[in-house]
């Protein structure tokens, strides 16, 4: 099945990511890997197809970002999009110009007759992002298409099957863009469309037992999408060799640690031990209010509780972990400034004596992830759950973490995802919990002053979290969760509505 696919070059543009998922979407498997990959290594993939991506260099400029240029000569079609294609007309002597002022949007382009324009009419709209552009195409290269401000808005060596698009197929706005995509991927390379989850779960099951045999796995849950996909389907291949634990640091909604063991050991008859370590990471948070601070020492504990917990087991044959695509490609390329410390359970790695790790969902982009959930039987309840934070609920307690803290919080969170439910907003909404401040007001309830802390209300939509717009949840519902919250829950006397975007504001409070 890896032998039909279509590698994405990364020149850094920013819808790469995209490129790679309406590919296999269109039920081809794609993967983006440095621009910079040696040829031997491509080679190693047998691709039917090579994408050159957009970027924000221009081919004048001294750190302009230069692929092998054999890799236009391999006879494996190539499609160059934005400064893919400049490169392509720079690289094989076309001349490339740069523009007074950048050409971004939606504009009118007139298509040839072509096979990467099959099916598609002769006037069309693209989306176009670029400043340079291609004023004459290569010796050999036809031009297939045009707009007002770009005279070679396409071009192709049908000989060769290079082709390079000035606009950007993969965004919405591109009227045709995704049968243009298809016309590359199925006309073109001639791909097969064999790219689905049944078959990722048939193939990954096969090499999980060819690679485990008889050996033993261990896999940390942390009750997210990830690990519980990753466990089910270790569970599918290797069955009663696969043992889960989940570390229960106290910090999880109400219930959560609960319905995990349910779901997964009682329901699925996985070999799980949940390891109750509240006291210990209570322990070390006492009296600790910086947010950074927190997340440190829960990643550190985390860690600690492995280690005595790895003690007991002697040599594990596999780590297994639930990472994913996005993990991967975050790691490899780029650095993002540190906003917070993450930690997620998979970074374990090394304190527990095993041989290998291994990584079944390690090509899957999230959605991909929730697919392959379903298709194994896992209910959509835990398919569909949204993100929640490894530290968990200590980083939505402000200030000092207690246990009463924490049990305000486990139930005013309650009523705002039961009530959220109850409304049927659940789907619509991307993340929503409540937030306990550290601030005390003064109230009045059956004619007595109280002084009782304010319960913030979340909710956010997104894509990807790295921005999001506040969620506009009907006032009745927000005013029914208040209300709820306010006569059901002792020590809070006050609700507020977080009407901030990220950014300027982060989704969690700390
Ligand atoms: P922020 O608060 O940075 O959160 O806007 C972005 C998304 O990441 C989640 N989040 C975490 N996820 N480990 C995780 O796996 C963490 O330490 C962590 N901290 C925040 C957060 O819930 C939101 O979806």
Known sequence: MRKNVVLVLDFGGQYNQLIVRRIRDMGVYSELIPYSTEVEKILSFSP???????????????????????????????????????????????????????????????????????????????????????????????????????????????????????????????????????????????????????????????????KVGDRKVLLAMSGGVDSAVAATLMHKAIGKNLKCVLVDHGLMRKGEADEVVAVFRDGLGMNLEKIDASERFLKKLEGVTDPESKRKIIGAEFIRVFEDYGKTLGKVGFLAQGTIYPDVIESGFGKAALIKSHHNVGGLPGVIDFDEIIEPLRDLFKDEVRKVGLELGLDKKIVMRQPFPGPGLAVRVLGAVT?????????????????????????????????????????????????????????????????????????????????????????????????????PATIEWE
């Open 403 to 503: 246990r009463e803290k924490l049990e305000i919080l486990r139930e005013a969170d309650a009523i705002m995802r039961e009530e959220i439910a109850f409304n049927g907003l659940d789907g619509d909404i991307w993340q929503y919990f409540a937030v306990l401040t550290d601030m005390r007001s003064v109230g009045v309830m059956g004619d007595m002053r109280t002084y009782d802390y304010t319960v913030a209300l979340r909710a956010v939509n997104s894509v990807d979290a790295m921005s999001a717009d506040w969620a506009r949840i009907p006032y009745e519902v927000l005013a029914k969760i208040s209300t709820r919250i306010v006569n059901e829950v002792n020590g809070v006397n006050r609700v507020v509505y977080d009407i901030t975007s990220k950014p």
């Open 48 to 210: 039917s197809g090579i994408v050159l991506t957009g970027g924000p260099n221009s081919v004048f400029s001294k750190e302009s970002l230069i692929m092998d240029p054999r890799i236009l000569d391999l006879g494996i079609p190539v499609l160059g999009i934005c400064y893919g294609a400049q490169l392509i007309a720079h690289l094989k002597g076309g001349e490339v110009k740069h523009a007074p002022t950048k050409e971004y949007g939606k504009c009118p382009m007139r298509a040839l007759p072509s096979p990467l324009f099959k099916g598609i009419p002769e006037k069309s709209t693209v989306w176009m992002s670029h400043t340079d552009y291609v004023a004459v195409p290569p010796d050999g290269y036809a031009v297939i298409a045009d707009t007002d401000t770009c005279p070679v808005a396409a071009f192709e060596d049908a000989v060769h099957t290079v082709y390079g698009v000035q606009f950007h197929p993969e965004v919405v706005h591109t009227e045709y863009g995704n049968q243009i995509l298809r016309n590359f991927l199925y006309e073109i390379c001639r791909a097969e469309g064999n790219w689905n989850m049944s078959n990722f779960i048939g193939d990954m099951v096969d090499r999980i037992r060819a």
